[in-house]
Structure formats: C-alpha cells, structure tokens
C-alpha cells in the first residue's frame, strides 16, 4: 500500500528530530571529555602519551566515519558483546568526535603563549595547576568557535548511524521514503531540517570567531 | 677570580660558606650541538647584586633561566638555597618556591585580575587561606605603588605598569632570590624608570638580585658585581667601577663601547 505525504508523515519526521539531537548531545558531551585527554596527551612532554594520542587522532581521521561505526557495531558483536544500534552509534560517535575535537584543542592548547607556561612554571605551579589555572582558561576562549562550527560537522555526522539502524532523522527518512515513493519531497524536508539545526549554529561560530578576533586585536 | 680557578677541574665540591644562595658548578648546556654555556661557574652570596651584561646570544638570559631551570643544563651542578638541581621534581619545586621570576615580556596571565595574579601561586602553591594570600597581594601591590589598579585586567595597564604588577607577583611568594630578565627591555622610554625605580627600592631593602639588563646606570648605581658574558662563557666579572672604568678583556671593551657610545 503507497502512503502518500501528509501531516502524518511530517510528523514522524520531525519527532525523529530528537534523536539526532539526542545522539549528537551524547556523541558531544562523550567526545568532548575525551577529548580533553586527548588535546592533553597529544602536547604532553612524556613522548610514548604523546605518540599514542597522535596515532588515535590519525586513525579516526584518516578513516571513514561510516567504517568506525560498521566496525564498533560488527565488532561488538563479534567480540561476545550484544550492543544496540544506539550504544554502537553512541560509541562510535565518541570516539571519532574525540580525535576531532582533541586535534581542535591541541591546537588552542599551543595558542597559549610559551611564556604564560613559564610565568607559571616559574611561581611553582605544577602541571595540573599551570593547565587548570593559567593554561585551559586561556585556550579555552580560542577553541569555542571552532569547537561549535565542529558541531555543525558532528550533526550532520549523525546521519550515517541511519545505517546501522538507529532510528533518526536520516533513517526516518528513509523510512517514510519506502512508503511514499516520494524521494525528492522526502530527503528535501529531511535536509532542510538537518539545515535548521546547523545554520544557527554556523552563524554563532562565525560571531563568536568576529568577537574573539575583535578582542584579541 | 681566585675562587673560579680553583675548581677547574675538579668534581669534589668545595664546602659551602654559610652565605652562598646559588652556586654553579661546571654548568653547561647545548642546544643540539650549539653551546651556549660553557662551563660555568659562579656563586651569589646572600643579598648579592649581579647585573650581568652580554651581546645577545651570549647566554646571559640561559644561565639565569637554568637558575629555576625553565632550561635544563646538560651538565654540572646547580645549588639554590641548599638545594641540589637534579632530576627530581621535589627539588625543583622547592627551589621554584625560593626564587622569583620577572620576564621581558610580564607574561602577567590575562585572564586573571592584577590581584587574582598576585593570589594565584600563595594560594594554589603555597596553599595559604584566602583572606591571607588577598592581604599579601595587596601588600606587594602597594609596595610598587599600584594597589588601585587590583581589580584590573593587565591588558588594562600600561606596560610599565604590568611589568610592576610581575614584580609585586614574584614578591607575593615571598622569595629568597629574584631573577630579572630584561625587565625594561620590552618597555617604551617613559616607563623605565618606574620599573628601574622599583627594582632599586627592592635592592635597598637588601634582596638577592641576578638582573640581565643593558641599563647600565643601574648596573653602576645598584649592583654589586657585574658580569660580562660571551659566546656562553663569563668573560669577565669584576665591581662595577672596575668594569666600566677598567675592562680588563678586549671582548669587554668592545662591547662598552658599542653600548655606551650612543
């Protein structure tokens, strides 16, 4: 039986909504904490920290998003472990947005003049002092336009987990697309609302990148 | 100096007299395979004041930063306040502790208050209360003459400004010795002096001071040996009217010259 498009189905659209939010908050929130460590182990002075964190940060970036979560979903499952469509896109979203995020804020890390670590050095902080003092607090203004335009690039990220079946905009798309056979008016109402997550955030990093610029001049 | 000649050589160190506060023993350090120390040695008495002096490039900066060791030296030996320099972080933390630091640039940290940068290392290295890191700080900024500037950001001030609050920063640990490193260099002209002026008034109530600075008025007014250095090496160190009417290397003379020519 074809369906055609109405309220209904525009409904079940939007209601899907959610779970890409829903998804993209955890995938952040996860990815962000470990990212921290991340951002950490990669301007470490012990060199093995260092080297394990660029080789994380080389992997997730220089594989599909797609095959990292084929590969935590698959490989749960061969592993003994019985994991859910959720946890597996949950997962693989974390560790991926990690890498990304820990690159992004390595880099915010290094911003941070060589001279402020010394100042701070030299009135006897140690490490976890100088980082939560003097270091962080600085970098931290210089990464959130590049940490909420990364956000942009993590909702849109979310769409693949449509293909390990979790149940999200993507996937309700499609969804509603085998029971309409109206592909072209279906993905356009689909992108349109993955636009209206992400344009508000993109004008908000772009502001926020004027005003630090602004400052910092 | 008789004292430096007779530790050539040798790896025993001499008995230490009760009023040295940082001696260097053979101290030297590479950067790849550049040296930029060689071999020195040098020791600083309680209430000493060394101005030392040196084309750019000579180490004079190096030897005072191996000093709390921002930079690490290969080898030798470094001795602050009883304290070997070794390895281990516990002494480097004590010797930290003792030794206050002021730089080129202030490196105040900006996102702090003048006084939060004041209170930040009695509080989170000292771990003293609130109440009593709040009442040094204020104590240090009025000794440089800035108290009403403690609620400020230091983008806020002046530079000369700024570098008296470094100053009044350092001063709040309360340290044995004080380390400058070009502290007027980084300054307009006008502003010399109030950062020179507080330095002096620091002298005068007898502080250890080591200073790398070109300003060689303060050098004669204020120090009680000045130290020339050259491609890594002390080259001469004599009292300042020695020095400046009486430089014994050739390497000295010309660099007075340059310096005190224009």
Aim: glycine residues 8%.
């Amino acid at each position: 039986m074809i369906r055609s498009f109405g309220y209904n189905e525009f409904l079940f659209l939007l209601s899907a909504v959610q779970w890409t939010l829903a998804l993209s908050a955890i995938a952040f929130l996860g990815g962000a904490t470990v990212g921290l460590f991340v951002a950490l182990g990669r301007t470490s002075t012990i060199k093995p920290v260092r080297l394990a964190t660029t080789g994380y940060i080389q992997i997730f970036q220089g594989t599909p998003l797609l095959m990292q979560l084929f590969l935590v979903f698959f490989g749960a499952t061969v592993l003994g472990f019985d994991i859910n469509p959720w946890a597996a896109a949950a997962l693989g979203l974390t560790l991926n947005a990690s890498a990304f995020l820990g690159e992004i804020w390595r880099g915010c890390i290094q911003a941070v003049p060589r001279g402020q670590w010394e100042a701070g050095s030299a009135l006897g902080l140690r490490y976890p002092g100088l980082m939560r003092y003097v270091v962080l607090p600085q970098a931290v203004k210089i990464a959130v336009p590049p940490t909420v335009g990364y956000l942009v690039q993590l909702i849109k990220g979310t769409s693949l987990a449509a293909i390990i079946g979790f149940t999200e905009l993507t996937r309700a798309g499609q969804i509603v697309n085998n029971a309409t056979f109206q592909p072209f008016l279906v993905f356009s109402i689909v992108a349109a609302l993955y636009f209206l997550m992400c344009w508000p955030l993109s004008l908000l990093s772009a502001r926020l990148e004027q005003r630090y610029a602004a400052r910092s001049r | 100096m008789a004292l430096a000649d007779d530790l050539k050589g040798t790896t025993v160190p001499r008995p230490m007299e009760k009023d040295v506060i940082i001696r260097m023993e053979g101290v030297q350090k590479w950067y790849d395979s550049f040296q930029v120390l060689k071999n020195i040695d040098l020791d600083v008495h309680r209430g000493e004041r060394i101005v030392i002096c040196g084309p750019s490039g000579s180490g004079k900066s190096t030897l005072i930063r191996c000093i709390n060791q921002l930079e690490r030296h290969q080898e030798g030996r470094i001795t602050v306040n009883g304290v070997e320099l070794g390895a281990h972080h516990r002494q480097l933390d004590v010797v930290r502790r003792e030794v206050g630091m002021v730089f080129q640039q202030f490196n105040l940290f900006p996102h702090l208050t003048v006084l939060q940068n004041c209170m930040l290392a009695p509080l989170k290295v000292r771990g003293l209360p609130k109440a009593e890191a709040k009442a040094i700080a204020m104590k240090y900024l009025e000794r440089v003459r800035i108290p009403e500037q403690a609620d400020k950001y230091p983008g806020q001030l002046s530079g000369g400004q700024q570098q008296r609050v470094a100053i009044a920063r350092a001063l709040c640990m309360n340290p044995q010795v004080m380390l400058f490193d070009e502290p007027t260099s980084a300054l307009d002209p006008e502003m010399v002096k109030e950062v020179l002026d507080t330095m002096i008034s620091l002298a005068e109530d007898g502080m250890t001071m080591l200073c790398v600075t070109h300003e060689m008025g303060f050098a004669k007014s204020v120090a009680h040996r000045v130290i020339f250095m050259d491609r890594g090496e002390i080259v001469e160190q004599n009292t300042p009217e020695e020095f400046f009417t009486n430089p014994r290397s050739e390497r000295t003379r010309t660099f007075l010259g340059q310096i005190l020519s224009h």
